[in-house]
Every structure is written in C-alpha cells, then in structure tokens.
C-alpha cells in the first residue's frame, strides 16, 4: 500500500483522527481532571494531553452527520465521529454495537429510527472507551439495555462523570449471547488486548463480526496499557478470530472503513511483523530512541498515517514488551 495522499487520510479517518488515541486515553481514566496529573508520564506528554482535552472538551459535533452503510442481511454500520457502530434491524426491534460521544445520541437515534422504526432494546458495547460508549446514558435513560464484559462497568462505574444510565446492566466475563431478530448474537472476550474489558461480537446468522477497537482497519491500532491492554494479547485476540471467522464474512473494524477477512489477515500480518521486528531490537539491546531513528519497513508506512503514527506504535510495542 502506498502512502495515501493528505485528503486520502481525512476521509479514510474522519474527524478525530489525528487526536483521537489520546482522547482515548483520556475517556480511559477517571475523568480529565484529575487523569492529567496523574496519568502523564512526563511533562511533554503532560502538555500535550491536556491540549488535546481541551480541544476535546470544544469539539463541536454539530456538522458530524451519521452514515448508514449496509453490512449484510439485517446488520448495517453507523459512521460518524468515534467507533464505528454496528446495528441489527428487525421484527424483535433494534440493537446496536456502541454508541460513539454522548452529543451524538439523537442522531444515532434518527439513523436507527430510519432502518427500523420501534425501540432500540439492546446496546453492546466492545468497551469502555468514551468514543463507544458516550450514548450510553442517553440510551440507557430510555431504557435500553446495555450489555458488555464486567471489566466495562467497573471502568464506567470507577468515573466520576458517568451517569449511573451509561452503566452496563448485564456483565459477563468470558461470553454471553443475544438471541434477537432470528439469530444468535455472540459476546466473546479474549482475555487483555485493546483494553482488558474487550469483545468481539459475532451476529452468526448474517455472517458478520464487530471487531471493537481489536482492529483499526488500515492503521497501527491503539492498545491502551494504562486500562490493561496487552500489545501480545491484542494479537492473540486477532489470530483468535481469524482462527474461526468464515472467509466471507463481513468485518466492522472499531475505526476504519468496513471491511472483509482478508483485511483483517493484512492487519494480523502487520501485527506479528512490526512487533516481530521491534522485540528483536529490544532483545539486542537497542533503546526506544534507537528503535524510533530506525523506524519501520517502508511497506508499513501508510498505517502511520492514522491514529498512531510510527513511533507512538514502536513505543507502544515497547512499552508493553519490557513492562513486565
Ligand atoms: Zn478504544
């Protein structure tokens, strides 16, 4: 893949793109206040975080409009600011796979009104990060019921600027399922990746897999080591799915355009090589400014064009590598 030109990478990640990985550390933590101070690692990344609070906290989310993309069958997908969202349309009503930022709720709601006028009655959330649960109150109030991995709600319930409605109401720890709308709606968690609350959610009658943030479709991913995610368990998460998903199935990445298996497999192979390639350095002896100066085959490049550019991927890989 070549290097996409400027305008390429604006639509390919709409909106928050460039800021994005640190609004989600940000929504990771206990509220903005109080995580500046605590969760910066030095006074760079101190600076920079609560400029990017502050310029989360303006955001304006008037002009996003939301984009209804058909997946297969009775399952569509939201694009709008945040994760994408997945949604299952039928006589039993509504259900949707997380809910973007709070501000964008009605117009959620207008979309999956517009599929399937009636109640929207589930909501499943991958995980906590504030780009896929910020509707959570707002459809929680209406009495729609939010389900996700118990590790979801205590980081939900453990922020001081969540609602009691944003909570989860049923938690599992390692799967569960929704029978709804004439299929079997599987939640599997995978043990630590993304975070250390993720699922992945499998609606097995229309074939289709919502990946959460385990897959940033065509972009290094984001693997949040301060909410206990793993850059070795989001690979095995990875390699998990692929072991099982049907060749055609459709695939809804947590950010990025919808995709097929053979995506995710181009993403595996990222994963195991850019890691592979990093955990040989570190084992000879090389620092992370090192690791940075030498950067990554020239075949990866355009996957820094997104969330995580090349060196805050190397670092990541670092971090998780050597913490233990
Ligand atoms: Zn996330």
Known sequence: MNTPPLG?????WPDLALIQPRIEWLASGAGLNSLCPMKARSLLSLAFVCVVATVFAQRDFSNVEIKTIPVAKNIYMLEGAGGNIGVS?????SLIVDDQFAPLAPKIE????????GKLKFVLNTHHH?????????????????????????????????KKEALP????????SVHF????????HHGPGHTDGDSIIHF??????HMGDQFFNGGFPFVDLNSGGSVEGYIKTVAAVLEKVPADAKIIPGHGKLATVEDLKGFHAMLLETTGLVKKSIADGKSLADLKTAGLPE???SFGTGFINTDRWIETIYNSTTKK
Do not use: C, M
């Open 89 to 93: 349309v039928g006589s039993d009503g």
């Open 299 to 301: 075949k990866w490049k």
């Open 169 to 176: 109401v049923i938690t599992f720890d390692q799967s569960t």
């Open 130 to 162: 504030g780009d896929h649960t910020g509707g959570n109150a707002a459809f929680g109030a209406k009495e729609a019921t939010i389900i996700a991995q118990s590790n979801v709600r205590k980081r939900l319930a453990g922020d001081a600027n969540q």
């Open 8 to 12: 390429y990478v604006s639509t390919f």
């Open 204 to 209: 097995t009658g229309a074939n289709v897999v």
């Open 181 to 188: 709308n004439g299929e079997e709606i599987k939640l599997l």
């Open 110 to 117: 207008a979309a999956v009104q517009k599929l399937n006028p």
